[in-house]
DNA sequence: TCCGTATTGAACT
DNA sequence: AGTTCAATACGGA
């Protein structure tokens, strides 16, 4: 496996910001440059447990390769895993090696999210789909809240679900993304 | 308990 | 072909 480019930055979250930004104490964060902008990943004792996509405003609080170094040696493993696999997936191609993911929600929602991870790449499912999948065909919209409430975007592939008419339906945030990573991997949608 | 949701399919214009 | 509408399961307040 490559080692971290060199473009990559690492920021240690201060205790006092507990609560800022969605970010837990105690958690690492560290930022993957990638030719669809900078995504930060955030890293808990367990494994990855959250992925941003590129946001404005965030470069203040980024630090340089120094801090990097600090960063416990399990962590920057799991991140040069996440950081292959995140761009293997903006590639368009299946990620090869996974970080382990810290995955923090209900049953109910690590269900869904399971669900997900095994749509391949350049593949759709529907909502009916994935509630099917999980064993309860009718929670159709319970599965579309499952989804915006998933904290690893791209390596949890939301993106590859589609309204049941093939339609785009939502997306948290920009739904350019979703645009975006569906025809980095080929897949056309009405 | 009530409300909102990244749905769905059927019944209507 | 577009619009409305009710059923539905779950999570958050």
């Not at 993957?32 to 995504?39: K, R």
């Amino acid at each position: 496996m490559k080692s971290a480019p060199p473009s990559a930055f690492a920021k240690l979250r201060c205790d006092k910001h507990v609560g800022c930004c969605g970010f837990k104490r105690g958690s690492i964060e560290l930022s993957i440059a990638t030719n669809a902008g900078q995504f930060v990943a955030r890293y808990s004792a367990k494994g990855l447990a959250g992925l941003n996509f590129p946001a404005n405003g965030g470069a203040d609080l980024l630090v340089g390769q120094d801090v990097q170094q600090r960063v416990p040696t399990t962590i920057r493993c799991w991140h040069q895993a996440t950081a292959a696999a995140l761009k293997q997936v903006l590639a368009g191609r299946p990620a090869k090696n996974f970080p382990p993911l810290d995955l923090a929600g209900t049953e109910f929602q690590k269900s869904v999210w399971n669900a997900l991870r095994k749509i391949s790449t350049g593949k759709t499912k529907s909502y009916g789909e994935i509630a099917q999948a999980i064993g309860r065909p009718r929670a159709v919209r319970a599965v579309g809240g499952a989804c915006g409430a998933n904290p690893i975007p791209v390596l949890v592939p939301c993106h590859r679900v589609l309204a049941a008419n093939k339609k785009l339906g939502g997306f948290s945030g920009e739904l350019n993304w979703k645009r975006d990573l569906l025809a980095r991997e080929g897949v056309m949608f009405w």
